[in-house]
């Protein structure tokens, strides 16, 4: 703990004292002295694949029990991560190395990190984002770094122990520490920054006026493929989310979830599942963050819901006309302004041992910080004449977990849909929700979003935007030198410079609502929403496969004829895991007749000593006509397909497809392909030749290939990429097929309706609750049921929970 929060902590402990012994004569301590003190013991029960069911009597008990959970799970993820918030990564790994699992903020450098964290997650930050909590949510908070202390403590008691066993693997080491409620705050700061200045870590912390070399980007992404990727640093980050309403259920007042997020395998952001009950004021559960302590997907007894990653931006440039006589002032309606240099020292450890201090300069404006994009492109530098300033709408989004702490507790469908309403805090993802007793099915992108009309960017564009817009159409680049350009907001809005949720997307429908990423446009492709800001994302533009794929199960799911919400769960739990590939089913026939006609491919000599070859293609071409389209860990020919497939998507699609897209048949199009096309079998050599490098048969079962290792067992998994079409997703990230903890894919997984009794859910924790599950350690219960795809039936209540057979239970002393 620094000294800041060392002051606070002493000064508000004596505070309270004084305040206490002040009062004592005229009854009970004023409200805003009181601490939440857990009454009786807290309860950690845990059942099948050691899910915690977390009890107690008060808001700081039920956080105890949530943070010991999550450390005796995850310590070494979560010590980690701390250190990363607190910026202090360089003292305790180097300067130069890099975080080793994936997460939102990508991979830049530790000293970059370090001083990304100390200029936008300090205490005048931390201490902003409290006072907007509310006081049980401060409590539930407090309590959870308690909890979390609690295990650091006993494991360090243990490892002082002779002879004793390692329980994790970071034990006994420097940066295993315990924390304040202040690690939490800088955690939740992180996450509402996912979607916005976490993109260009580097370039916003290395920025300097007027400098000779621009600083190099955390990752080796073009600009335009960088923008390209909402959150995080890999492709394909993202989920899918199907609701039902009583339509498609066939049984009135009922509806139907399905939440899949495609996430990560590991690190911070890794999804923890557990259930977490205050008799009287909460009863919910589902998955959180790590270092999180409220639920963010899930249910409680009357509602439901699931999140994708959206497409709107939450983030915006400015052009900057500098001043001419001083590249650190710019220039706002004809007047210089500086900027405000927020000078920064991060606590370095050398290569000897040594610890020196690294100093750097944070140069700020009226918009935002300055980033410097200029080796992605030159004429995005901070030159002596221009820059760009960076805003994050969630820079000053301080509502985020104020909204998910009200949403664990809502009570139906419309108190839920009135929440989102009023907060408008969602970061950067769609919401998609079903209620109790209602059979409508909720979709909504209402959220934080920046204030930019259509027309304040077409009436603030500059040269540069308009250059901009050809890597991005998305993000608005608007003029810096003029005040009307600012972000606007309307009067109602809860934040300055955000749009209002009357202007944003939503649709409650009967049938159903489903969301792959794909914009907020085809929510239901009977009801397209229309006529939104560009920045809330594009309408009328292709889908991905995975969305075309997401919303052909969709409609067959409608229309199957269930009698009621039970039935209709029970076929979603077996369609979603089918694995089938979009593309293949709906384009490799056209494909096969044309690169297999002859059988043998010639391929034209690759320089003038060189002789041309034939290739025999005819073994693969059995293969993949044999192939059933799917991803099972059986299935032969998938592997052959992904290496088919991600070689014809090296043709431009205006060359590959015979129709292209249409608005009007955005589910049929784009269609046809030119299969003639020579480049087409010549794909298909270039994927045979890929699978003999690699000493892979042709054939080869894809969970051969695709597996992951848990408690010293290759488990193979079923499930493809993005790109293939395939709505059940397993990316490995590695450059081979190996999932582990620096994957992404299928995460959590919930199928959650309403009957007489109450929720009724079935879930999958494909990764397991241990961070050693997916790394050849210990967590194996989980990864084996995803992987069989044997649903969970979660024991929501107190009867339920009792009769489970793996039941163990804790208890903790206040």
Request: net charge neutral; charged share 20%.
């Amino acid at each position: 703990m620094n000294d800041f929060f060392l002051f606070r902590a002493l000064t508000w402990n004596r505070l309270v004292a004084a305040v206490a012994l002040a009062c004592a004569a005229f009854g009970a301590a004023p409200a805003w002295a009181r601490r939440d003190t857990p009454a009786a013991p807290i309860e950690i029960r845990r059942t099948a694949d050691g899910i915690p069911h977390v009890r107690a009597s008060s808001w700081r008990g039920l956080g105890i029990g949530y943070g010991q959970a999550q450390a005796e799970d995850a310590l070494c993820t979560l010590a980690d991560a701390f250190v990363t918030y607190s910026g202090q990564r360089s003292l305790y790994f180097g300067a130069e190395g890099k975080p080793q699992t994936r997460s939102t903020f990508g991979e830049p450098a530790n000293l970059d990190l370090d001083f990304f964290f100390k200029a936008f997650a300090g205490p005048e930050a931390v201490e902003a984002l409290r006072r907007e909590q509310p006081a049980e949510l401060n409590e539930l908070i407090a309590g959870y770094a308690e909890g979390y202390n609690r295990h650091v403590r006993a494991l360090q008691a243990q490892h002082d122990k002779p002879g004793h066993g390692a329980a994790h693997a970071c034990a006994g080491a420097p940066w295993v520490r315990t924390i304040g409620p202040e690690d939490i705050y800088r955690r939740m700061i992180a996450a509402g920054l996912a979607g916005g200045y976490t993109h260009f870590v580097s370039e916003i912390v290395n920025a300097k006026p007027a400098a000779a070399a621009p600083p190099a980007p955390a990752d080796k992404l073009s600009l335009s493929l960088r923008l390209e990727i909402p959150v995080g640093d890999a492709r394909g980050i993202g989920s899918n989310v199907l609701a039902f309403g009583q339509a498609a259920t066939g049984e009135r007042g009922t509806s139907v979830l399905f939440g899949n997020p495609h996430w990560y395998w590991g690190g911070p952001d890794r999804f923890y599942q557990a259930h977490l009950t205050l008799p009287g004021k909460l009863d919910v559960a589902g998955v959180s963050f790590l270092g999180i302590p409220v639920i963010m997907i899930g249910f409680n007894n009357d509602v439901a819901w699931s999140h994708t990653v959206s497409a709107a931006r939450r983030f915006g440039l400015f052009d900057l006309t500098l001043d001419p006589a001083d590249a650190t002032r710019y220039l706002v309606d004809g007047r210089s302004e500086p900027m405000q240099a927020q000078a920064l020292a991060v606590a370095v450890r050398r290569p000897d041992g040594t610890v020196d201090l690294a100093r750097r300069t944070l140069y700020r404006t009226r918009f935002g910080p300055v980033v410097d994009l200029g080796a992605r492109n030159p004429a995005l530098a901070w030159s002596a004449h221009k820059a760009l300033a960076m805003r994050d709408i969630n820079a000053d989004n301080l509502r985020i977990f104020r909204n998910f702490f009200r949403w664990d507790q809502a009570r139906s469908l419309d108190e839920f849909i009135g929440i989102q309403r009023e907060e408008t805090a969602m970061p950067w993802v769609n919401t998609v929700a079903i209620g109790r007793g209602d059979g409508r099915a909720w979709y909504a992108d209402i959220g934080a979003v920046p204030g930019v009309p259509d027309d304040l960017r077409s009436a603030c564009a500059t040269p540069l935007s308009k250059a901009f817009a050809a890597f991005d159409a998305d993000t608005p680049v608007l003029d810096g030198s003029r005040s009307a350009c600012e972000w606007q907001s309307a009067k109602n809005a809860v934040q300055s410079g955000a749009l209002v949720a009357q202007r944003m997307p939503s649709l409650l429908r009967e049938d159903y609502v489903a969301n792959m990423n794909d914009s907020h446009w085809l929510a239901n492709p009977a009801q397209p929403l229309t006529g939104f800001a560009s920045v809330l994302g594009s309408e009328g533009e292709a889908l991905s496969m995975r969305g075309r794929e997401g919303h052909r199960i969709a409609g067959e799911l409608a229309a199957a004829g269930s009698t009621s919400a039970g039935e209709l769960a029970s076929r979603v739990m077996r369609k979603t895991l089918e694995a089938r590939s979009y593309t293949a089913d709906r384009f490799k026939p056209a494909l096969l007749d044309g690169a297999c006609a002859a059988g043998q491919v010639e391929l034209a000599a690759e320089n003038a000593t060189a002789r041309t070859r034939t290739v025999d293609i005819r073994q693969a071409c059995e293969v993949l006509r044999r192939w059933q389209n799917r991803a099972g860990a059986g299935d032969r020919g998938a592997l052959l397909w992904d290496a088919f497939w991600t070689r014809v998507l090296e043709i431009p699609a205006k060359e590959l497809y015979a129709q292209p897209f249409s608005a009007a048949e955005p589910l049929q199009t784009p269609s046809g392909i030119n299969a003639a096309d020579p480049r087409v079998a010549r794909a298909l050599v270039g994927a045979v030749e890929d699978m003999a490098r690699k000493g892979w048969p042709l054939d080869t079962p894809l969970g051969e290939r695709r597996f992951v290792r848990s408690e010293g067992r290759e488990v193979p998994l079923f499930g493809g990429c993005d790109a293939e079409g395939y709505f059940t997703v397993a990316c490995a990230n590695g450059g081979d097929y190996t999932m582990g903890n620096r994957s992404h894919g299928n995460t959590y997984l919930q199928v959650v309706y309403f009957d007489r009794r109450g929720v009724q859910a079935r879930t999958l924790l494909a990764h397991g609750e241990r961070e050693t599950a997916v790394t050849g350690g210990e967590g194996l219960a989980s990864v084996a049921r995803y992987a069989k795809k044997d649903w969970l039936r979660f024991p929501f209540r107190e009867e339920d929970i009792a009769r489970d057979p793996q039941l163990r239970r804790v208890i903790v002393r206040p």
